[in-house]
């Protein structure tokens, strides 16, 4: 899938808590600074938490009505908070969806950066042009701005987030990027291949293998679940980046609303690059994942990556 993207900063002198939980009601405050941009944010579906839906009308100065979108990731331990686009005329005919990352990154002074990536997912070769590019750039970063002005006028407002908890996990490999991020992006075909007693099947329940594309992961014996559903969130080829969340199945555990996972592959010095994945738990209430379970999760992942590494060596045609 082609894409464009664009990247804002905006330094603060506030620590990073409090812009998280300043962008946290980016839905109630916008419209009070930027009603010229943003006429309303309203709740279609959810209760705020992960998986909410929300409704953007814009305003007079926005050149297009309104968007849907979907609330990926709200992580309060890492300051991360993301969003998708995928219904509206702001995809402007051309777009499948628009990714928004969010993450809020603590800095020497004690301040912060508020960082905000923003992938356009193209239906085909044609992308948003750079003039709308450049227009949005500046809305959000003025839009930013001013939600923060406001916030520091009404120290009063606070918010309750969603309770989270996440894992790291890294791989280092002497392949290239490329090559890695091919392999990664058949997780589902290689790792019943090479780990069955963990996946026992991978299938497309809905869509084209895309963003949006649901699957079913059905587990095997080694695991203590039966299977989870999952939604591809971002392939960025570009940025070599694959999201997605589990938001149905036993591996929720009762206790989370969902579980988002972000690999990206980063490049190495030496010509070979470091395989990243977060994994963060979206509890519905206090109750957090049991650590043996985190733990246990974190070694099947490493474990998996570097099985795959070494399927994949052994059969090249794979990076096709």
Same mark, same amino acid.
């Given at each position: 899938?082609?894409?464009?993207?664009?990247?804002?900063?905006?330094?603060?002198?506030?620590?990073?808590?409090?812009?998280?939980?300043?962008?946290?009601?980016?839905?109630?405050?916008?419209?009070?600074?930027?009603?010229?941009?943003?006429?309303?944010?309203?709740?279609?579906?959810?209760?705020?938490?992960?998986?909410?839906?929300?409704?953007?009308?814009?305003?007079?100065?926005?050149?297009?009505?309104?968007?849907?979108?979907?609330?990926?990731?709200?992580?309060?331990?890492?300051?991360?908070?993301?969003?998708?686009?995928?219904?509206?005329?702001?995809?402007?005919?051309?777009?499948?969806? $628009?990714?928004?990352?969010?993450?809020?990154?603590?800095?020497?002074?004690?301040?912060?950066? @508020? !960082? =905000?990536? &923003? #992938?356009?997912?193209?239906?085909?070769?044609?992308?948003?042009?750079?003039?709308?590019?450049?227009?949005?750039?500046?809305?959000?970063?003025?839009?930013?701005?001013?939600?923060?002005?406001?916030?520091?006028?009404?120290?009063?407002?606070?918010?309750?987030?969603?309770?989270?908890?996440?894992?790291?996990?890294?791989?280092?490999?002497?392949?290239?990027?490329?090559?890695?991020?091919?392999?990664?992006?058949?997780?589902?075909?290689?790792?019943?291949?090479?780990?069955?007693?963990?996946?026992?099947?991978?299938?497309?329940?809905?869509?084209?293998?895309?963003?949006?594309? $649901?699957?079913?992961?059905?587990?095997?014996?080694?695991?203590?679940?039966?299977?989870?559903? @999952? !939604? =591809?969130? &971002? #392939?960025?080829?570009?940025?070599?980046?694959?999201?997605?969340?589990?938001?149905?199945?036993?591996?929720?555990?009762?206790?989370?609303?969902?579980?988002?996972?972000?690999?990206?592959?980063?490049?190495?010095?030496?010509?070979?690059?470091?395989?990243?994945?977060?994994?963060?738990?979206?509890?519905?209430?206090?109750?957090?994942?049991?650590?043996?379970?985190?733990?246990?999760?974190?070694?099947?992942?490493?474990?998996?990556?570097?099985?795959?590494?070494?399927?994949?060596?052994?059969?090249?045609?794979?990076?096709?």
């Amino acid at each position: 899938m082609t894409t464009a993207s664009i990247e804002v900063e905006v330094a603060s002198t506030y620590p990073a808590e409090t812009v998280f939980k300043v962008f946290n009601k980016f839905h109630d405050i916008a419209p009070k600074v930027s009603p010229q941009a943003f006429k309303s944010i309203e709740i279609l579906e959810g209760d705020g938490g992960v998986g909410t839906i929300r409704l953007f009308t814009f305003g007079d100065d926005i050149p297009f009505t309104s968007g849907k979108f979907k609330q990926d990731v709200i992580d309060v331990s890492n300051f991360i908070y993301n969003y998708t686009f995928f219904e509206g005329d702001n995809l402007m005919g051309i777009l499948d969806s $628009i990714n928004h990352h969010v993450k809020i990154v603590p800095s020497a002074e004690g301040g912060c950066v @508020f !960082k =905000q990536t &923003v #992938i356009y997912n193209c239906k085909g070769d044609e992308k948003p042009p750079v003039d709308v590019l450049n227009f949005e750039k500046e809305l959000y970063e003025k839009t930013y701005k001013a939600i923060e002005a406001y916030a520091a006028a009404h120290p009063e407002k606070e918010l309750d987030i969603m309770t989270t908890v996440s894992i790291e996990v890294e791989v280092a490999s002497t392949y290239p990027v490329e090559t890695v991020f091919k392999v990664f992006n058949k997780f589902h075909d290689i790792a019943p291949k090479v780990s069955p007693q963990a996946f026992k099947s991978i299938e497309i329940l809905e869509g084209d293998g895309g963003v949006g594309t $649901i699957r079913l992961f059905t587990f095997g014996d080694d695991i203590p679940f039966t299977s989870g559903k @999952f !939604k =591809q969130d &971002v #392939i960025d080829a570009s940025n070599f980046t694959y999201n997605y969340t589990f938001f149905e199945g036993d591996n929720l555990m009762g206790i989370l609303d969902s579980i988002n996972h972000h690999v990206k592959i980063v490049p190495s010095a030496e010509g070979g690059c470091v395989f990243k994945q977060t994994v963060i738990y979206n509890c519905k209430g206090d109750e957090k994942p049991p650590v043996d379970v985190l733990n246990f999760e974190k070694e099947l992942y490493e474990k998996t990556y570097k099985a795959m590494e070494a399927y994949a060596a052994a059969h090249p045609e794979v990076y096709n």
